[in-house]
Nanobody, 114 residues
Framework: QGQLVESGGGLVQPGGSLRLSCSAS????????MGWYRQAPGKQRELVAH???????YYANSVEGRFTISRDNTKNTVYLQMNNLTPEDTGDYYC????????WGQGTQVAVSS
């Protein structure tokens, strides 16, 4: 019920794009807003974007205009489209509920480097 599975990370050059995916149980998806969190090396985990059950999205200032969060309620999946990536976007990306309620998944690693 509480398992979160993230995927889609990788190594990309500055200016590149990645699309992250996260699947959750139907019960979780029906109940909660969902968010993407990022933990940069040596820093605390931070919330970068979240989307409520009807698709309204909110972004941290650092990613506004570059990242797009969306959810497919038929697939119980939340996405994070990341464009114009910079080295400051490097980190481990996790999804979870809003507020964070479930155990963290394994995350997916994003590395932005030339």
């Amino acid at each position: 019920q509480g398992q979160l599975v993230e995927s889609g990370g990788g190594l990309v050059q500055p200016g590149g794009s990645l699309r992250l995916s996260c699947s959750a149980s139907e019960k979780v998806f029906r109940t909660y807003s969902m968010g993407w969190y990022r933990q940069a090396p040596g820093k605390q985990r931070e919330l970068v974007a979240h989307v409520n059950r009807v698709g309204a999205a909110y972004y941290a200032n650092s990613v506004e205009g570059r990242f797009t969060i969306s959810r497919d309620n038929t697939k119980n999946t939340v996405y994070l489209q990341m464009n114009n990536l910079t080295p400051e976007d490097t980190g481990d990306y996790y999804c979870n509920t809003i507020p964070q309620y479930l155990p963290w998944g394994q995350g997916t690693q994003v590395a932005v480097s030339s």
